[in-house]
Structures are given as structure tokens and as C-alpha cells.
């Protein structure tokens, strides 16, 4: 019912910067929060950031937390990942995800829509 299509990822080195985007289509939800997870291969799904959709209100994970920023564009359907600082660590392959009501994050994806993902690679 609500597509997640991801785009802006790529290859860098430690210390640059990349921004991730995510258009939503679709139906979609008056209340529901959007935000950001990774997965490395061979690791389990990690909660990144989000954000809710109303109120724009901020969640990040402690891993990130002063180098990633989470944003929205309303009019666009769109919400944003600046990603700061990079490091090796961070790469993953990046999914969208779009939850309905006010939380998303670790244990909390109940019924999430996802994304088909974009890889971030972080050369040393």
C-alpha cells in the first residue's frame, strides 16, 4: 500500500559525507513516523534514525548520534538522510522504513513498510 523507494547511496572514504533519500508513494497515514535502517552482511538489522512525520520530531541511534541527520520534506514525500563523518563501520546496505503511529525503531517495526534498500560503502 506505501512504496519506499531509496536513493543516494555509494562508495566514499572515512571522513565524507553522503545523503540518502526515500520517496514514499502510495497510500499513505496522517500519523506514522519514517526512518532509517542498515544491515552489514553477516550482522542483524540496526536501527539508524527517525523522524515523525508530524511534528518532525528526532530519534538516532548512539552510533550515529552528531554525524547523521534525519529530515523530511512534506511536500516532496520524501525524507532525507545526511550522513557526516563517515566511517568504515557504517557501511551497510541502508532500508527506508515507514511505521504507522509515533514509534519506529529497535523492536518497534510491527507491521513496517520497507524500502528495497541502497548500499554505503566507507573505504579506510
Known amino acids: 500500500q506505501v512504496q519506499l523507494v531509496e536513493s543516494g547511496g555509494g562508495l566514499v572514504q572515512a571522513g565524507g559525507s553522503l545523503r540518502l533519500s526515500c ?3 502510495g497510500r499513505t497515514f496522517s500519523s506514522y ?3 532509517w535502517f ?3 552482511p553477516g550482522k542483524e538489522r540496526e536501527f ?4 515523525r512525520w508530524s511534528g518532525g520530531s528526532t530519534y538516532y ?5 552528531g554525524r547523521f541527520t534525519i529530515s523530511r520534506d512534506n511536500a ?3 525524507v532525507y538522510l545526511q550522513m557526516n563523518s563517515l566511517k568504515p563501520e557504517d557501511t551497510a546496505f ?3 522504513a515507514a511505521r504507522s503511529g509515533s514509534y519506529l525503531g529497535t523492536g518497534q517495526v510491527e507491521n513496517a513498510y520497507w ?10
Open 23 to 25: 520517496a514514499a508513494s
Open 33 to 35: 513516523v519514517m526512518g
Open 38 to 40: 542498515r544491515q552489514a
Open 48 to 51: 539508524v534514525a527517525a523522524i
Open 61 to 65: 541511534a548512539d552510533s550515529v548520534k
Open 76 to 78: 516532496k514525500n520524501t
Open 94 to 96: 541502508y532500508y527506508c
Open 115 to 124: 524500502g528495497q534498500g541502497t548500499q554505503v560503502t566507507v573505504s579506510s
